[in-house]
Every structure is written in C-alpha cells, then in structure tokens.
C-alpha cells in the first residue's frame, strides 16, 4: 500500500479525466484501471453546480478526486485556483500545474516552488507536475510538497520515459513519494517505471485515447502490479558478458 498524506492507497496507479470520447467511457475505464486518485482539470469543472456532468461520473466511494490547476500561468494563479477547488471540491488536495508555454506544456519550476511554498503554509497537500529535475525535487521537498511529479516525457506524448536517468536520481534520494506524470505511452512504459523504484504512476491520454480504454485500463492495472512486484523482487545484475545459465564443462567430455 503506498501512503500520501494522511491517505492510503491500495492502487499504485493514478488517472486523468481528459481525452474520453465520453464520461461513461470514462467512467468505465477508470472503475477497470482500479485507480482511487482521479485528478480532474478545475477548468472542466463547473464549480457552481454540484451536478456537474464529469463530477457525476467520479462519485464512488473509493475514488479520491485531486483537482489540478492545468492553464493557470504563474504562482499566483495557481494559489487562487487551488483555493477555488477547496471551497468547491471541499478538499485542500491539489496537482500543482504550471506551465505557461502552451506549445511543450514545460512546467515552470521558478513558479512551481513559489506557489508551493505558499500553498503549504495555506495547508493544501501538494503535488506538483515538475522536470526530472533531482534539485528541484529537494527544494520542493523542503517547502513541504507531498509528494513529487516528475515527467517522463512531454504531456500527451505517449514518448514514454525519456528522463529515466534522471527519475533514477530522484527516486534514490527522495524522501517523499515520487509518482511518474506524463508522457507514459504504454503498459510496458509503466511497469518500468514501477520496476525503477517509482511509488506510483499517472496515466491519462495512453488510456483515453486507445481504441478500447476500458481493456487498456485493466492492461494498465496489471502492468503496474507487475513492476511493483518485480521492483520488491529485486532484479538481477546486468553483465557485459554472457552468463551461462546451466554448467558449460563435465558434460560432453565424460
């Protein structure tokens, strides 16, 4: 089980809510994905109706909902849209996005630890979509992030991990729970992130846009099962030269 905050999760997968061809897709999908943290773009959301059509379809006991601020631009924006999800989500949860290029989707990590810093001290549990960055981790971590988001490639990619030196780097010295966010393009992509040490992964475009996402989701469960389990397991050395498996001598010469 993997622990965050004050809550306990038994799925190591995280999900998104964009790119469904429908909210029932959706819907369907994430229920086989086994996913209990959904995080939903505040911008879909109309924060006035408690009827909200994408809310209606995430209303199940074991799903946990973490707004994100996906399109706010600086610190400041993301403060104020944090503080928006919790008067009307009623959860102080947040999935700190910051980035203003809207073309690479880059995160701004200069703002990303300002809005960090100051939503901790407003009491928010914070996980902010950051580079693979190791220093930016610590520093973030210092501020009182919850947990870290480094990316393995761009968002929506589906490049898969492109930085997996770098997550390596973070993975050994972090001391808060390291979910790999964006660019995981397949199940394969997953289970390594999971065999790499990663405490948990987030998937969205991978699943919303194959052509069966309610089987890809339960491909995308299974994988991350497995390289959790291979991760404990601990995997053999890797050797420049072959190894024989079974004894090469006493055996054709006797």
Not at 24 to 34: I, K, P, T, Y
Not at 56 to 68: D, G
Not at 197 to 209: E, K, P, S, W
């Amino acid at each position: 089980m993997l622990t965050i905050a004050d809550k306990v999760f038994n799925s190591r997968l995280f999900t998104g809510t964009g790119k469904f061809s429908s909210a029932g897709v959706m819907e369907e999908a994430l229920l086989a994905s086994g996913s209990e943290l959904v995080t939903v773009a505040l911008k879909r959301v109309d924060l006035k109706s408690s009827e909200d059509d994408i809310l209606s379809h995430l209303n199940y006991p074991q799903i946990n909902l973490l707004p994100n601020t996906s399109g706010v631009r600086n610190a400041k924006e993301a403060v104020f849209a944090a503080q928006m999800a919790r008067e009307a989500l009623e959860t102080n949860w947040i999935k700190l996005e910051i980035h203003p290029d809207p073309k690479y989707l880059m995160p701004d990590p200069v703002e990303t630890l300002k809005a960090t810093e100051e939503l901790a001290k407003l009491g928010f549990i914070i996980l902010p979509y950051i580079h693979a960055d190791p220093v930016l981790c610590k520093h973030l971590e210092n501020a009182g992030t919850a947990a870290v988001m480094p990316l393995g490639s761009p968002i929506g990619s589906n490049k898969g991990l492109k930085t997996i030196d770098f997550l390596e780097i973070i993975i050994s010295q972090s001391n808060v729970p390291v979910i790999i966010d964006a660019g995981i393009g397949s199940p394969s992509d997953a289970a390594k992130a999971m065999e790499i040490g990663a405490d948990a992964v987030l998937v969205n475009t991978a699943i919303a846009v194959s052509r069966d996402p309610v089987k890809m989701a339960e491909a995308f469960k299974i994988a991350v099962i497995a390289g959790r389990m291979a991760f404990e397991a601990k995997l053999g050395a890797i050797n420049t030269y072959a190894v024989s498996s079974s004894p090469l001598t006493s055996f054709l010469d006797d």
